[in-house]
């Protein structure tokens, strides 16, 4: 292989491992790492609207995704980033 090839790789190997194990930067694209996990067609097309509970201490911020059997989405902020820490199908 080429040296360019094996950087290349490398790269993008690094950028797979940061995305699949590390926080997300905002609450949308960790409700969409956590949808392309579980459902890759609607973490690409569907719609994530922001809910009316913030903060909570124990779950953190709402988000809505009504294409999926689990449409209710909580996310919490940690020293890192965004990560989801719990689904289901109500508030």
Not at 18 to 38: C, D, G, H, N, Q
């Amino acid at each position: 292989m080429k040296k360019k090839t094996k950087i290349f790789l490398i790269i993008v190997g690094l950028f797979l491992i940061y995305v699949l194990f590390f926080p997300m930067p905002s609450p949308e694209m960790a409700v969409r790492k956590y949808l392309l996990i579980t459902n890759p067609v609607v973490a690409l097309t569907g719609k994530v609207d922001e809910g009316k509970v913030n903060n909570d201490p124990k779950y953190g911020d709402l988000y809505f995704v009504y294409e999926v059997e689990k449409p209710f989405i909580y996310v919490k902020k940690n020293a890192m980033g965004w990560s989801v820490t719990s689904s289901g199908t109500g508030p």
